[in-house]
């Protein structure tokens, strides 16, 4: 089932995104002229415990829907990250200024595989301990609260997360401890 690229050029490149245009042959010799691919790094993100059982969360401005939105701690791998649970634990550190004293890997998902390149990898960290300021990158301004498990439910319940794949997320980590919506 899987395409042969016979030809790709980059049409856009920049540091967070880049823009594919590939000609692919399918298995049973369909030319699929153009399709595009969008490049992004990976992402990371966490549904992240306080060491009294907390759900931290964040919000932030988000430009492309001119919305605040009600999220979990996350962001883009870096090269210099050595893997992705390094990724994730300078990502909770820079953005809450919380460590944690375990993480868990929850899998990973994607969000949109017919366009989008690449892949954002969950965890569920545990035991979190405020220990530093936030440390946040130029462009950031990001509100950090803490919640019960039974106000991320009822976030949930009332549409009030909308960033699809922290909702996924925030499921695979409740399943995780044995817990429902």
């Known amino acids: 089932m899987k395409w042969k690229v016979l030809s790709s050029e980059y049409l856009f490149h920049d540091l967070w995104f880049k823009v594919r245009k590939e000609r692919c042959e399918t298995p049973a010799g369909k030319i699929i002229d153009p399709y595009y691919v969008y490049d992004f790094p990976n992402w990371v993100t966490a549904v992240a ?4 059982g907390k759900i931290i969360m964040e919000q932030q401005y988000r430009h492309a829907l001119g919305e605040i939105c009600m999220e979990i701690p996350g962001g883009c791998v ?27 890997y929850l899998g990973r998902i994607s969000a949109n595989p017919s366009t989008n390149a690449n892949i954002m990898h969950m965890y569920l960290a545990k035991g979190g301990k405020k220990v530093t300021e936030q440390h946040l990158d130029p462009g950031e301004d990001i509100r950090v609260s803490l ?35």
């Open 49 to 52: 415990l306080t060491e009294d």
């Open 78 to 104: 870096d090269d210099t990250d050595a893997s992705f649970e390094e990724a994730v634990k300078r990502e909770l550190l820079e953005e809450t200024g919380y460590e944690f004293s375990s993480y868990e």
């Open 147 to 181: 919640h019960t498990i039974e106000e991320v439910r009822e976030m949930i319940r009332k549409n009030e997360i909308i960033q699809s794949m922290h909702v996924t997320c925030i499921m695979y980590a409740f399943q995780k401890m044995g817990l429902s919506l």
